[in-house]
């Protein structure tokens, strides 16, 4: 069974930084496109950053200049670098598969706050 198991979230100052990793059982993400994706208090889930398998990487423009992706695939874990956090930056951060698949993590909740 896929599973994505997210982590290194939690409360940081507006400026702060964090870097969230995301690790994957019952499949190998060198096969895959894989994405992070955020969800804020009522709104819908919306991606934030998406890498291929030949590591090209694209970044959605809200956070485009300021968050990196990337991945060790010997380690079977993609990466969320998080520098220059803003209060509109908090939300329950996801990874998984891009296009998505049905196996959701608990994900990892981002707060940026003062």
């Known amino acids: 069974q896929v599973q994505f198991v997210e982590s290194g979230g939690g409360l940081v100052q507006p400026g702060g930084s964090l870097r969230l990793s995301c690790a994957a059982s019952?499949?190998?993400?060198?096969?895959?496109?894989m994405a992070w994706y955020r969800q804020a208090p009522g709104e819908q889930r919306s991606w934030v950053a998406i890498i291929t398998n030949t590591g090209f990487t694209s970044h959605a423009d809200s956070v485009k200049g300021r968050f990196t992706i990337s991945r060790d695939n010997a380690k079977n874990t993609v990466y969320l670098q998080m520098n220059s956090l803003k209060p509109e930056d908090t939300a329950v951060y996801y990874c998984?598969?891009?296009?998505?698949?049905?196996?959701w993590g608990q994900g990892t909740q981002v707060t940026v706050s003062t």
């Open positions: 998984n598969t891009s296009p998505s698949s049905s196996n």
């Open positions: 019952g499949t190998r993400l060198s096969g895959n496109r």
